[in-house]
């Protein structure tokens, strides 16, 4: 079956510009993960939604970073007056299960800030 | 805070050589730990899932081993080909969340 899918890929934004970022987890996943990966690092936990709760958004870097999931479903990351430092990339990752087992991530989207 | 470290950063062989990669992490109260394969440009593919209380797990070429009360974890890959050449990452479970090292990218010369 289809995979956990994120859109944009790519995105190039100017330094204040608003963005936001979508995930498709597969379909019937109960949970849903944002992860940010910097360049030549591994993956930081962002935030965890379990259907539609928000259950943890403490990796959020600031106030700027925002994460819904209303239908528990579709997931959008948006991100305020983007700062060079919020290039990265943006992994989002679904599982089956209440308490997460195995997470399968999608192939993130590469933000670029100028 | 559970802090994920793997060494070598990078590490480059002649195919038909094993690979040995190293991953520590400081807290050993985790549920699982996961070894993932990344290609550039690439999301993350999940290799072998080692729950807390295994000792190893295998798949085909790779063997991945835990040990949760030193806090380690080794991945070994048999008989190296070039399609092997990529990022390896490991991340351990606590609860929910998954905390990642920085992994060892792997070059396997033709």
């Known amino acids: 079956g289809a995979g956990v899918s994120q859109s944009p890929r790519y995105k190039v934004a100017k330094r204040g510009q608003d963005v936001a970022l979508r995930c498709d987890p597969i379909?019937?996943?109960?949970?849903l993960f944002w992860y940010q990966q910097a360049l030549g690092q591994g993956p930081e936990f962002l935030t965890y939604?379990?259907?539609?709760?928000?259950?943890?958004k403490s990796g959020l870097p600031s106030d700027r970073f925002f994460a819904e999931r209303p239908e528990g479903s579709v997931s959008t990351l948006k991100i305020q007056r983007t700062q060079q430092e919020d290039s990265a990339v943006y992994l989002c990752?679904?599982?089956?299960?209440?308490?997460?087992?195995?997470?399968?991530f999608g192939p993130g989207t590469r933000l670029t800030v100028t | 805070k559970q802090e994920v470290t793997q060494i070598p950063a990078a590490l480059s062989v002649p195919e038909g050589e094993n690979l040995v990669l190293n991953c520590s992490f400081t807290?050993?109260?985790?549920?699982?730990l996961q070894w993932f394969r990344q290609d550039p440009g690439k999301g993350l593919t999940s290799l072998l899932l080692?729950?807390?209380?295994?000792r190893e797990q295998t798949s085909g070429r790779l063997n991945a081993s835990l040990d949760k009360s030193s806090g380690r974890s080794t991945l070994y890959i048999a008989a190296s080909q070039p399609g092997d050449s990529a990022t390896y990452l490991c991340?351990?479970?606590?609860?929910?969340?998954?905390?990642f090292g920085a992994g060892t990218t792997v070059t396997v010369r033709a």
């Open positions: 990752a679904s599982s089956p299960t209440r308490t997460p087992y195995e997470q399968y």
């Open positions: 379909s019937g996943h109960v949970s």
């Open positions: 939604f379990q259907n539609e709760a928000q259950l943890d």
């Open positions: 807290d050993s109260a985790i549920y699982n």
């Open positions: 080692i729950q807390s209380s295994q």
């Open positions: 991340a351990v479970r606590d609860d929910y969340k998954l905390s």
